[in-house]
C-alpha cells in the first residue's frame, strides 16, 4: 500500500485547508484510514481516523472543526480542517491500517505541513 498526501500549507488563524491521500497498490487489504499530525517536540497524535464500514473517530481538540471523507471511487482520503488555530501547527501524516495474512500493517504517507500563523 502507498500513500500520497498533499494539501498541506500556510493559512491565518480561522481558516481553512483541505488534505487528501491517494491509496495504491494492495488497497482491498486496507480496513481503515486518519490522519496523525506531529508537532514540533511533541509525539504524533491521531487527528481523526475511519474504519471502513464502521466510526469515525476525531481527537477532542479538533471535533466540530475537522471533517473526514473518504472517496471510495478514487481511494482517496479528505481532511477538510477548518476554524484553524495556531495550535493545528504540524506535519500531518496520512495512515492506512491493512490486513494481509491476518496480520495487521500500517502504511504511512509523506507528511504535509499545515502552518497556521495568529
Known amino acids: 500500500v502507498q500513500l500520497q498526501a498533499s494539501g498541506g500549507g500556510l493559512v491565518q488563524a480561522g481558516g481553512s485547508l483541505r488534505l487528501s491521500c491517494v491509496a495504491s497498490?494492495?488497497?482491498?487489504?486496507?480496513?481503515?484510514m486518519g490522519w496523525f499530525r506531529q508537532a514540533p517536540g511533541k509525539e504524533r497524535e491521531l487527528v481523526a481516523s475511519?474504519?471502513?464500514?464502521?466510526?469515525?473517530v476525531y481527537a477532542d481538540s479538533v471535533r466540530g472543526r475537522f471533517t473526514l471523507s473518504r472517496v471510495n471511487a478514487d481511494n482517496t482520503l479528505h481532511l477538510q480542517m477548518n476554524s484553524l488555530e495556531p495550535g493545528d501547527t504540524a506535519v500531518y501524516y496520512c495512515?492506512?491500517?491493512?490486513?494481509?495474512?491476518?496480520?495487521?500493517?500500517?502504511?504511512w504517507g509523506q507528511g504535509t505541513l499545515v502552518t497556521v500563523s495568529s
Open positions: 497498490g494492495s488497497i482491498s487489504e486496507i480496513y481503515a
Open positions: 495512515n492506512a491500517g491493512a490486513l494481509r495474512d491476518l496480520n495487521y500493517h500500517d502504511y
Open positions: 475511519t474504519r471502513f464500514g464502521g466510526t469515525t
